[in-house]
């Protein structure tokens, strides 16, 4: 099966926490990417990441962070001293190639609530 | 970054007409395009792929006789919800990407669809 897990719905943390959004992922695929994408509450979803399968350096931007781990299949998402601006729904996907296409596959998202 | 311009952003219509939706890269050609539709408070579910000059390839489950997808240039696709009904009204999303390998979907700001 080729599926991506957010096992997390919601999230609630106060400014200034730090706060990790996970996700785990299953393919087949020996060679796959790996997104977050943020949607607003304006709806529009926001390139946040994208990471090869045979890259598992972690990676920081600023105040987000990406932890890569291939031996348990995820790649959580943290986030450093939040704000209220975090305050959206977070998917996380998985590119595999089926039949010679590319196809993306989304989590169910965790919503995060940035509390003042 | 890229750019993903999809109009109309919201629109109202009667039950039995058509509506349709565009989606424009606007800097960059896009090979592919993908239509999503998000439920409230759900993921993202893949309506179909389509390739530039080609027909769209859709999901299982989605009437290709009822999302009419053409992408007749490297800018621009349309979705058309032909006869809609109400259980037609959702959150329809366009993505967008280049031909290279590492390219990321970058996504419109959706078009959320009410048929009364």
């Known amino acids: 099966a080729q599926k991506v897990t957010q096992a997390q719905t919601e999230i609630s943390v106060v400014e200034k926490e730090d706060v990790t959004l996970d996700c785990v992922y299953e393919?087949?695929?020996?060679?796959?990417?790996l997104f977050w994408y943020k949607q607003p509450p304006s709806g529009e979803l926001v390139f946040l990441i994208r990471?090869?399968?045979?890259?598992?350096q972690n990676e920081i931007s600023g105040r987000y962070s990406w932890n890569f781990q291939k031996s348990t299949s995820s790649f959580n998402f943290t986030i450093t001293a939040s704000q209220v601006v975090d305050s959206a729904v977070y998917f996380c996907a998985l590119r595999v190639t089926t039949s010679g296409t590319y196809k993306y596959i989304f989590g169910t998202g965790t919503r995060l609530k940035v509390l003042a | 970054g890229a750019v993903v311009s999809q109009h109309p952003s919201r629109v109202i219509c009667k039950s039995g007409t058509s509506v349709k939706i565009e989606c424009r890269s606007l800097d960059f050609q896009a090979t592919t395009m993908f239509w999503y539709r998000q439920f409230p408070k759900q993921s993202l579910m893949l309506m179909a792929t389509?390739?530039?000059?080609?027909?769209?390839?859709?999901e299982q489950g989605v009437e290709k006789d009822k999302f009419l997808i053409n992408h007749a240039s490297l800018t621009l696709s349309t979705l058309t919800v032909t006869s809609a009904h109400p259980e037609d009204s959702s959150f329809y999303i366009c993505?967008?990407?280049?031909?290279?390998?590492?390219?990321?979907?970058?996504f419109g700001n959706g078009t959320r669809l009410t048929v009364t």
């Open positions: 993505s967008a990407r280049s031909g290279a390998v590492n390219s990321p979907l970058h």
């Open positions: 393919t087949r695929d020996t060679t796959y990417y």
């Open positions: 389509s390739n530039e000059g080609s027909k769209a390839t859709y």
């Open positions: 990471r090869n399968s045979f890259d598992e």
